[in-house]
């Protein structure tokens, strides 16, 4: 079995940055991609970022150039760097992690802009 547990998350005034971690912890060794969606209200959850064991990234197109995914393999954490905020950032993250067997998601941590 595999956990994910997420923190970092917070509120933040328009223009600020978080960092947001994601720690796996149990059988994650076989987890080949890790990443983070989000999920505003009323809307559907959304991928943000996902960086794969080799270290290949994709992004949502309105967070490139501002936020940045990082991976450290040998702790089994994710990071994600976000800088320059927006109030459509805000959102519920959420962790996830992808192993040829099962996908796996974190509890959720929420991440609030204010204009």
């Known amino acids: 079995q595999v956990q994910l547990v997420e923190s970092g998350g917070g509120l933040v005034q328009a223009g600020g940055s978080l960092r947001l971690s994601c720690a796996a912890s149990?059988?994650?060794?076989?987890?080949?991609?890790m990443g983070w969606y989000r999920q505003a209200p009323g809307k559907q959850r959304e991928m943000v970022a996902v960086i794969a064991s080799g270290g290949t990234t994709n992004y949502l197109d309105s967070v490139k150039g501002r936020f940045t995914i990082e991976r450290d393999i040998a702790k089994n954490t994710v990071y994600l760097q976000m800088n320059n905020l927006k109030p459509g950032d805000t959102a519920v993250y959420y962790c996830?992690?992808?192993?040829?067997?099962?996908?796996?998601w974190g509890q959720g941590t929420q991440v609030t802009v204010s204009s």
């Open positions: 996830y992690g992808w192993s040829p067997a099962s996908d796996y």
């Open positions: 149990g059988n994650a060794f076989n987890i080949n991609r």
